[in-house]
């Protein structure tokens, strides 16, 4: 999937999203809660935006 970006996740994929951020740019993103928006990689709604 491509990183260019901030990717939004939910509780249950928050880990993944970490873990594909750190493997793309060897660094630990920033989180920030979200208030609207859906899952990269499911259809839940989205609780944190990932991204730099
Ligand atoms: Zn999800």
Redesign the pocket.
């Known amino acids: 999937m491509a990183l260019d970006k901030n990717m939004l996740?939910?509780q249950?994929?928050v880990d993944v999203a970490i873990d594909d951020y750190i493997n793309e740019y060897e660094t630990f993103p920033n989180m920030d809660k979200v208030e609207s928006g859906k899952?990269d990689?499911?259809e839940?709604k989205a609780e944190y935006v990932i991204g730099n």
């Open positions: 996740c939910c249950q994929h899952c990689y499911c839940n």
